[in-house]
T-cell receptor, first 115, second 113 residues
Framework: AQSVTQPDIHITVSEGASLELRCNYS??????LFWYVQSPGQGLQLLLK??????LVQGIKGFEAEFKRSQSSFNLRKPSVHWSDAAEYFC?????????????FGAGTRLAVHP | EAQVTQNPRYLITVTGKKLTVTCSQN?????MSWYRQDPGLGLRQIYY???????DKGDVPEGYKVSRKEKRNFPLILESPSPNQTSLYFC????????????FGSGTRLTVV
């Protein structure tokens, strides 16, 4: 069965430091992969997605992610974190179910940013 | 503005009192879904709809009902809410032509006491 694992529940970084959020997936075929961000009191916003092609994907807000098939990973990175990046981040894999394209989410990683 | 609108944003209710959370989208999307978000579990799909009058169960459908009588609306119905349905609920929609191009609502925080 398809699944997504985000090993880190909470991460704290200092403003200006680099960030890497980990995501591992389990999927039989070539996956469709996503990173979403949820700011406090807000819905989910798509940061970036990978369907095929270049394994390094650029997203909004200065984020990027790298698809590594050999490691079944899709880690999210940002070179310099801003205080406004404090939020919860969800990795997801797309899965086809009964003709419907559904998203399977990881448990999320909550990011705190120290000034 | 293209959006998915959920109402209410916050709701506190008592066990057993029927409630409906509304979801409406203005993008003429065919696909709509409901998810619940719980700490440590991420988002899990409750029900989905591929078009008017076409709905099906997701991963955690117990205790919920949905209907899709109009393309723009996809209400979530809790006939007899219980405390284990206390959660944050999200509605999402997408076009059948844009694979996984989901737009999410702002969420409904439900507390059942």
């Amino acid at each position: 069965a398809q699944s997504v694992t985000q090993p880190d529940i909470h991460i704290t970084v200092s403003e200006g430091a680099s960030l890497e959020l980990r995501c591992n997936y389990s999927y039989g075929a070539t996956p469709y992969l996503f990173w979403y961000v949820q700011s406090p009191g807000q819905g989910l916003q798509l940061l970036l997605k990978y369907f095929s092609g270049d394994t390094l994907v650029q997203g909004i807000k200065g984020f990027e992610a790298e698809f590594k098939r050999s490691q079944s990973s899709f880690n999210l990175r940002k070179p310099s974190v801003h205080w406004s990046d404090a939020a919860e981040y969800f990795c997801a894999v797309g899965a086809r179910s009964g003709g419907y394209n559904k998203l399977i989410f990881g448990a999320g990683t909550r990011l705190a940013v120290h000034p | 503005e293209a959006q998915v609108t959920q109402n209410p944003r916050y709701l506190i209710t008592v066990t057993g009192k029927k409630l409906t959370v509304t979801c409406s989208q203005n993008m003429n999307h065919e696909y709509m879904s409901w998810y619940r978000q719980d700490p440590g579990l991420g988002l899990r799909q409750i029900y989905y709809s591929m078009n008017v009058e076409v709905t099906d169960k997701g991963d955690v459908p117990e205790g919920y009902k949905v209907s899709r009588k109009e393309k723009r609306n996809f209400p979530l119905i809790l006939e007899s809410p219980s405390p284990n349905q206390t959660s944050l609920y999200f509605c999402a929609s997408s076009s059948s032509g844009e694979v996984y191009g989901y737009t999410f609502g702002s969420g409904t925080r439900l507390t059942v006491v």
